[in-house]
């Protein structure tokens, strides 16, 4: 902590706590601002901070005339089951790489993890002929095969940054007592890794609900879209310059990945944290 | 080894597999009008070098990588400190101030679009209203003004990442220490300069090559925003790349492009690398 004992000091970090919560939160207030607005409020040239006659329109027609909520339902699906996908296979890939030792543990950690530095758009030239060959190009299921380069490769290191801290005699002694290896791995490692499977889950979740780019390359019926590219295309094509109703629904597909975030941050930050800065 | 087998396997069928593809597409002729591939040696390559165009989306690139990544440390680093200071409502407002990190991209860039619309924005309004300009500036359709907003939303949703790393990191400084310079009568600046900043430096440099290679792969926020526009001046490398490959369907070109990309990437990879693997 730094010291602030002069009145002036007490002034300059207010006014930069100001600034920058200013700066942080301003763009989601105008969001919500926006979205509750008439559109004849939305399009005055001095535009109003907080709406004057408060509605709901935005939100009816962005849930009515648009197919949000098929993309929320194809997002939860693909961010769920990649998330889930991303978890059990990391864990298990992090368990094996931090308490077992076998030949070319280090290369192939080491190339697992470096799969992060990929450019993502030179791997969909190849994912997207491969898909078409094989049937996954616009299934949902292709779309959560090509996420895993997002989290996985970070989610293999933080899981094993929290293994290899378990102590080695807590896994002999069960050994000795005679468990088996699944056993070891289900009652004794994964409850102990509880925060770091929250951390990692919620982390590929974020980054698949989040996605733009692939979902709009490898989905091509509007019927599996996501929420990126669906919201991308809805407002730049037929109701362009609706910024009321896509001020809403920005809000809509924001709500699921912002209540996750309430419920889960406290474990989020420090593990994601915990793995890089050491 | 048994262990990591489910994840080697997906690992090589959906990542090594088409990033070595894509690597070798890089040496052949493949077009929409001739997809089957031609093998062409280093033509590609040769084609770049000779195109000014190129040249010029690898100085956007290299400009937008660096000052965004600068801005974002730089950022990051002072809401640490400030967030490490004890104040009322800290943790509501850390908590909060996450949100820019947590929304999905379209989401990002339909904000920041909204705030830079030339008639009926913010900004312009605020601009307007303090007399700094006179005239609506039409800020995604002049070639500078969008290089600003495509840079400004991505510092905007990345310093929350920054700070939580910095602000980690932050908790290693002594308080010892920091009260000894007190007593020396250290103000703040000099605190930060002798004390935090040389024991959180490798914090710092971590965070920097992260954000590095995160803002060398973002595409989303400009795809969305500014489609690399206008007049090419937010093309960047995964912009060029993805236009080259998805709408001139020219995949030896996009490829070749990507492997100059991917040797980008490469060097602040390397740093981030050598960290994770000095402790393994």
């Known amino acids: 902590m730094l010291p602030v004992q002069h009145r002036h000091e007490t002034w300059v970090f207010r006014g930069l706590l100001t600034i920058f919560v200013f700066f942080l939160l301003m763009p989601i207030l105008w969001m919500l601002s926006t979205s ?39 997002g939860l699906i693909v961010s769920m089951t990649n998330a889930a996908l991303t978890t059990v296979l990391a864990a298990l890939a992090a368990y094996g790489f931090a308490k077992f030792r076998f030949k070319g543990r280090k290369s192939l950690m080491f190339l697992m993890i470096s799969a992060q530095m990929f450019p993502y758009a030179v791997l969909l030239i190849s994912l997207y002929p491969f898909m078409q060959r094989t049937g996954l190009f616009d299934t949902r299921s292709g779309l959560i095969l090509a996420y895993l380069v997002f989290a996985m490769p970070a989610s293999i290191y933080i899981l094993f940054s929290y293994i290899v801290n378990l102590p080695d005699e807590l896994i002999e002694a069960a050994r000795m007592d005679g468990a088996d290896e699944w056993l070891i791995l289900r009652e004794l490692i994964l409850p102990l890794l509880t925060p770091g499977l929250i951390t990692v889950f919620l982390y590929s979740f974020m980054w698949s609900w989040n996605d733009l780019l692939y979902s709009l390359t490898l989905i091509s019926s509007e019927t599996k879209r996501t929420v990126g590219p669906g919201l991308l295309l809805t407002f730049l094509g037929e109701m362009e310059q609706d910024w009321g109703a896509a001020m809403a629904g920005s809000v809509i597909v924001s709500l699921p990945i912002i209540l996750a975030f309430t419920f889960l941050q406290r474990f989020f930050v420090q593990g994601l944290t915990a793995g890089a800065v050491k | 080894m048994a262990l990591t087998l489910p994840a080697l396997c997906l690992f090589v069928l959906f990542i090594f597999y088409p990033f070595l593809r894509s690597f070798g597409l890089a040496f052949f002729e493949s077009t929409l009008f001739n997809p089957d591939p031609v093998w062409v040696g280093l033509q590609n390559f040769h084609d770049l070098i000779q195109d000014p165009t190129f040249h010029r989306t690898w100085t956007t690139t290299l400009i937008y990588v660096l000052v965004t990544t600068l801005l ?15 104040f009322t409502g800290r ?22 679009a909204w705030i830079f619309n030339g008639q009926f924005g913010l900004l312009n309004a605020v601009l307007k209203g303090a007399g700094v300009i006179d005239q609506a500036i039409i800020w995604l359709a002049t070639p500078s003004g969008a290089f600003v907003a495509v ?7 990345s310093t929350p990442v920054a700070m939580s790393f910095i602000l980690a990191g932050l908790q290693s400084v002594s308080s010892e220490e920091v009260d000894a310079a007190m007593m020396d009568g250290c103000g703040a600046g000099s605190i930060i300069r002798h004390v935090i900043v040389p024991h959180i430096f490798p914090t710092l440099v971590i965070v920097f090559v992260l954000q590095a290679m995160a803002n060398l792969q973002q595409i989303d926020t400009i795809l969305a925003m500014t489609r690399g526009g206008p007049a090419r001046a937010t093309t960047v490398l ?17 490829s070749a492009i990507g492997v100059a990309w991917f040797f980008t990437i490469a060097i602040p990879a390397a740093v981030y690398l050598h960290s994770v693997f000095k402790r393994v």
């Open chain 2, 91 to 112: 943790t509501i407002v850390r908590t909060v101030t996450i949100l820019p990190w947590i929304l999905p991209s379209t989401v990002t860039a339909f904000l920041w």
């Open chain 2, 238 to 254: 995964s912009i060029e790349v993805y236009q080259k490959a998805f709408q001139e369907w020219n995949m030896g070109l996009a």
């Open chain 2, 72 to 86: 974002t440390v730089m950022l990051g680093f002072f809401w640490a400190l400030i967030l490490n200071q004890a």
């Open chain 2, 151 to 157: 840079v400004i939303a991505k510092v905007w949703l």
């Open chain 1, 36 to 74: 509750f607005k008439a559109p004849e409020e939305v399009f005055l040239k001095v535009p109003t901070i907080i709406p004057e006659e408060p509605t709901l329109r935005n939100y009816m027609r962005a849930l009515t005339e648009t197919r949000i909520l098929t993309y929320l339902y194809n």
